[in-house]
């Protein structure tokens, strides 16, 4: 089974242009996402999808594998589908492109699932976090997910999911946004309209189910740290020091 790892970059970034090329510990953000994905060891081969020559060059100047995107896209799966179309791959996983601090574990448990998967029955693959603040499980910006009894989702939201209609105490997840696709399924999503609740709630995962897709969840302690606004840098710079540091 052949597996790659693909970093869609996209240079504009409405809440801080520019990111994945702003400096990390001496490195370009782009760069550490890049290196941290292929140190892993998980994957046969490592791409950065980009359609900025800026990203490109610096990715390929550095000894690293990149990709120039032929036509715009929407989404991050829209450019990573383009990009292996032509691919003799079997799994493909789309790792953001601003989150450096790729852990292992987490990647491993996403790509077992697919060896142990023999009837193929899973087309998509990807974690959630356990949360229990009532901050983060009313905070939109984090897309919550229910599952039914084997881990296939059910739905995602920006809202609250369950809801606790009586005062029983329910179990909230916070979706992580890294995923492993089936090549043939990745193709096949990248091909269907956008349908009214993924319109509605902007998430692209709600058109893998409203057509069929398999969507596999694994329970995770894997808390992403991504670069969104410039705060974020600096804590990341704060965290990269701190492990230099402790080494």
Do not use: C, W
Not at 204 to 226: C, H, P, S
């Amino acid at each position: 089974m052949k597996i790659v790892a693909m970093i869609p970059a996209r240079y504009e970034a409405s809440r801080f242009p520019g990111k994945l090329m702003k400096d990390l510990a001496g490195k370009t953000v782009i760069l550490r996402t890049y290196e941290a994905t292929k140190n892993t060891g998980l994957f046969d081969e490592v791409y950065v999808v980009t359609d900025s020559e800026l990203i490109f060059n610096e990715i390929t100047s550095k000894g690293g594998k990149a990709i120039k995107s032929k036509k715009e896209h929407k989404s991050g799966s829209d450019r990573i589908a383009e990009a292996v179309e032509d691919m003799d791959v079997d799994i493909v996983v789309n790792v953001q492109g601003d989150e450096p601090f790729t852990q292992t574990e987490s990647l491993f448990e996403l790509l077992e699932v697919f060896k142990l998967d023999t009837d193929k029955v899973i087309d998509i693959a990807s974690l959630m976090l356990k949360i229990e603040e009532e901050e983060e499980i009313k905070n939109p910006n984090n897309v919550k997910v229910v599952v039914d009894e084997n881990s296939f989702a059910l739905y995602f939201s920006r809202s609250p999911i369950p809801f606790p209609r009586e005062k029983l105490e329910a179990t909230y997840f916070k979706h992580i946004g890294i995923y492993a696709f089936r090549k043939k399924a990745l193709l096949k999503f990248t091909k269907l309209p956008m349908n009214k609740l993924e319109k509605t709630e902007k998430l692209e995962n709600l058109r893998f189910l409203a057509n069929g897709l398999k969507v596999k969840m694994i329970a995770t302690n894997y808390t992403a740290i991504g670069i969104d606004t410039p705060e974020d840098l600096e804590k990341a710079n704060r965290i990269f020091k701190l492990n230099e540091n402790m080494q």
